[in-house]
């Protein structure tokens, strides 16, 4: 067996997602390579190489993948899928983005989302928001897969030393260009990695009233999330949800403010280690699935837990 | 333009599933179903560039057996002018409905292709990309703002870092967040109305496709669920609880 992960980055480090997917490819088992696509991506690849236990990274360094266009860089999984039995990509925006066109010009399924594996043609994912588990037996040729990081423990980003093979890609598609990037989440604690998450739903009323969310997760180290209800209503933007088809994370606290605990806000956090629902509304799903439930008007509880802290 | 919205029939996303007792699936006997979310957004959008003028036509197209026809109606009472129906009792993976959509797309020849950026049953986030490739068109995906000018389509895309802005040459395939616009309800004229909007019926066996799917489904099981929690009456007792007891903070 032999695994090809697509490396998630911005050409100079290494997503922390990948590093989790490169588990999954540990798990099934055989040769790791990466693959590395993007402009100036030197510093990203270097990174790369020393991932404990990658075999090779493969680099294509060209303007045509500075961006991570979906139909270059998909064309590019295409010309080198072929020597491999796995194509792994974490379940990120940018891995959703790609992988399923580079199946289809495969003529492969996708497994979406692994949450473990099995064997290596066997994976388990959730479907229904993660209300039920699908154990899929794959019988294709190459198996396509994105992981969902929580899942899996990252590999350590030190103490490897693979060698380095310059690729090249086909000519540019010419089909999308990039035009733009707001990010608008960058100054906070990652979201995906954080060890505590403290959100807001609509209970928060306005985004001015996150300010105390804020102020409790600086005082914790947390990072702030969010509702699809609070996203919706304009009070945060959308780098900050969480749910089905937000973010779905893991933290081992996550403090749930002024959330009504929809399935599709579950969907994104029942796996985290300890959760706390601070609601004024006792009857609010939230609290079934709650460590500590605090039934409260948020306006009083949180400045008070922010003092308390 | 013409303009091809593709839709799915789904579990009511209010509705939580339950797994089977055999481990089979999902018991959807009963079950309340509805239009997939992201796709009533996908059609929404559709029709408002109709009223832009930027379209002129709209046909929504499905898979299934059945009551797949409801969601049809439903997508017609919406404004879509025609429909069309791919009659299948298999359940299709991503691919092969991505192999049916394009021999659609064949078939009609549209300017834009609209799809949700997944279906809430599935959760797989495929098609749209897949059809793409297949027809060797652009995408743009999780997108929730939509422009287009003469044979581009300027699309803002939700990713995790944030939005980002990329400019599709048309034709596309452009899957559709939640944040692209608010449907619009149906009233009970649309409805009647939707009745005798034409609606084409396309047997699967007759696109001649290879649709056998590529995974088995060895069994579906509920997740382990949490064990009930306390409700601590003060906040002090909650900071104490996580201090000392859960050791989190």
Same mark, same amino acid.
Request: charged share 20%.
């Given at each position: 067996?032999?695994?090809?992960?697509?490396?998630?980055?911005?050409?100079?480090?290494?997503?922390?997602?990948?590093?989790?997917?490169?588990?999954?490819?540990?798990?099934?088992?055989?040769?790791?390579?990466?693959?590395?696509?993007?402009?100036?991506?030197?510093?990203?690849?270097?990174?790369?190489?020393?991932?404990?236990?990658?075999?090779?990274?493969?680099?294509?360094?060209?303007?045509?993948?500075?961006?991570?266009?979906?139909?270059?860089?998909?064309?590019?999984?295409?010309?080198?899928?072929?020597?491999?039995?796995?194509?792994?990509?974490?379940?990120?925006?940018?891995?959703?983005?790609?992988?399923?066109?580079?199946?289809?010009?495969?003529?492969?399924?996708?497994?979406?989302?692994?949450?473990?594996?099995?064997?290596?043609?066997?994976?388990?994912?959730?479907?229904?928001?993660?209300?039920?588990?699908?154990?899929?037996?794959?019988?294709?040729?190459?198996?396509?897969?994105?992981?969902?990081?929580?899942?899996? %423990?990252?590999?350590?980003?030190?103490?490897?030393?693979?060698?380095?093979?310059?690729?090249?890609?086909?000519?540019?598609?010419?089909?999308?260009?990039?035009?733009?990037?707001?990010?608008?989440?960058?100054?906070?604690?990652?979201?995906?990695?954080?060890?505590?998450?403290?959100?807001?739903?609509?209970?928060?009323?306005?985004?001015?009233?996150?300010?105390?969310?804020?102020?409790?997760?600086?005082?914790?180290?947390?990072?702030?999330?969010?509702? #699809?209800?609070?996203?919706?209503?304009?009070?945060?933007?959308?780098?900050?949800?969480?749910?089905?088809?937000?973010?779905?994370? $893991?933290?081992?606290?996550?403090?749930?403010?002024?959330?009504?605990?929809?399935?599709?806000?579950?969907?994104?956090?029942?796996?985290?280690?300890?959760?706390?629902?601070?609601?004024?509304?006792?009857?609010?799903?939230?609290?079934?699935?709650?460590?500590?439930?605090?039934? $409260?008007?948020?306006?009083?509880? /949180?400045?008070?837990?922010?003092?308390?802290? | 333009?013409?303009?091809?919205?593709?839709?799915?029939?789904?579990?009511?996303?209010?509705?939580?599933?339950?797994?089977?007792?055999?481990?089979?699936?999902?018991?959807?006997?009963?079950?309340?179903?509805?239009?997939?979310?992201?796709?009533?957004?996908?059609?929404?959008?559709?029709?408002?560039?109709?009223?832009?003028?930027?379209?002129? %036509?709209?046909?929504?197209?499905?898979?299934?057996?059945?009551?797949?026809?409801?969601?049809?109606?439903?997508?017609?009472?919406?404004?879509?002018?025609?429909?069309?129906?791919?009659?299948?009792?298999?359940?299709?993976?991503?691919?092969?409905?991505?192999?049916?959509?394009?021999?659609?797309?064949?078939? %009609?020849?549209?300017?834009?292709?609209?799809?949700?950026?997944?279906?809430?049953?599935?959760?797989?986030?495929?098609?749209?990309?897949?059809?793409?490739?297949?027809?060797?068109?652009?995408?743009?995906?999780?997108?929730?703002?939509?422009?287009?000018?003469?044979?581009?389509?300027?699309?803002?895309?939700?990713?995790?870092?944030?939005? %980002?802005?990329?400019?599709?040459?048309?034709?596309? /395939?452009?899957?559709?967040?939640?944040?692209?616009?608010?449907?619009?309800?149906?009233?009970?004229?649309?409805?009647?109305?939707?009745?005798?909007?034409?609606?084409?019926?396309?047997?699967?066996?007759?696109?001649?496709?290879?649709?056998?799917?590529?995974?088995?489904?060895?069994?579906?099981?509920?997740?382990?669920?949490?064990?009930?929690?306390?409700?601590?009456?003060?906040?002090?007792?909650? /900071?104490?609880?996580? #201090?000392?007891?859960?050791?989190?903070?």
């Amino acid at each position: 067996m032999s695994n090809l992960i697509v490396v998630e980055h911005d050409n100079n480090e290494v997503a922390a997602a990948t590093l989790h997917a490169i588990t999954a490819a540990q798990q099934i088992g055989g040769d790791i390579d990466l693959l590395v696509a993007g402009e100036n991506c030197g510093a990203a690849a270097e990174a790369a190489t020393k991932i404990a236990g990658v075999s090779t990274v493969k680099v294509a360094d060209n303007a045509m993948f500075g961006h991570h266009l979906a139909e270059n860089l998909a064309s590019l999984i295409v010309d080198i899928a072929g020597d491999y039995s796995h194509v792994l990509v974490s379940a990120t925006t940018f891995g959703k983005n790609i992988m399923p066109r580079a199946a289809a010009l495969l003529d492969t399924a996708q497994i979406s989302e692994i949450v473990e594996v099995v064997s290596a043609d066997t994976f388990i994912r959730p479907i229904y928001a993660g209300n039920a588990l699908a154990t899929v037996q794959s019988s294709d040729s190459i198996k396509m897969i994105t992981v969902r990081t929580i899942k899996f %423990e990252p590999a350590a980003a030190e103490g490897g030393s693979a060698s380095v093979e310059a690729i090249t890609g086909g000519a540019d598609s010419g089909l999308s260009s990039w035009v733009s990037a707001a990010g608008s989440n960058t100054d906070q604690v990652d979201l995906t990695s954080a060890k505590i998450v403290v959100s807001g739903g609509r209970g928060m009323q306005n985004g001015d009233n996150f300010a105390m969310l804020h102020s409790v997760a600086d005082k914790l180290g947390a990072a702030v999330g969010a509702s #699809r209800a609070a996203v919706d209503s304009g009070f945060v933007p959308n780098d900050f949800q969480v749910g089905q088809t937000g973010k779905v994370i $893991a933290p081992d606290l996550y403090i749930a403010v002024g959330i009504s605990g929809a399935i599709q806000h579950l969907a994104g956090m029942k796996e985290s280690k300890v959760i706390v629902a601070i609601n004024n509304d006792s009857e609010a799903p939230i609290f079934q699935v709650a460590d500590y439930g605090l039934v $409260a008007d948020l306006f009083d509880a /949180v400045p008070e837990f922010d003092a308390a802290l | 333009m013409k303009i091809l919205v593709c839709v799915k029939r789904v579990l009511d996303p209010q509705v939580k599933a339950r797994v089977k007792a055999d481990g089979s699936g999902v018991d959807l006997a009963n079950a309340k179903m509805t239009m997939n979310p992201f796709d009533e957004n996908a059609l929404e959008e559709a029709l408002r560039l109709r009223e832009a003028g930027t379209a002129e %036509e709209i046909v929504v197209v499905s898979i299934g057996a059945g009551k797949t026809e409801e969601t049809l109606r439903h997508g017609l009472a919406m404004g879509a002018d025609r429909a069309i129906n791919v009659v299948t009792e298999d359940v299709l993976e991503p691919l092969a409905i991505a192999k049916v959509l394009k021999a659609i797309t064949d078939q %009609e020849a549209p300017g834009l292709v609209l799809a949700g950026k997944q279906a809430i049953d599935d959760d797989s986030n495929q098609t749209a990309q897949m059809l793409a490739a297949l027809l060797g068109w652009s995408q743009g995906t999780f997108v929730s703002d939509l422009k287009i000018e003469g044979d581009t389509a300027t699309t803002i895309r939700e990713v995790d870092s944030g939005l %980002e802005t990329i400019a599709v040459k048309m034709p596309a /395939v452009i899957s559709v967040d939640l944040r692209l616009n608010e449907p619009r309800y149906v009233k009970l004229p649309d409805v009647m109305k939707a009745k005798r909007k034409p609606m084409d019926k396309i047997e699967l066996e007759s696109l001649g496709l290879d649709t056998a799917n590529r995974m088995t489904t060895l069994k579906v099981e509920e997740p382990e669920g949490r064990a009930a929690g306390i409700i601590v009456e003060s906040v002090s007792e909650l /900071v104490e609880k996580l #201090r000392n007891e859960a050791k989190v903070i």
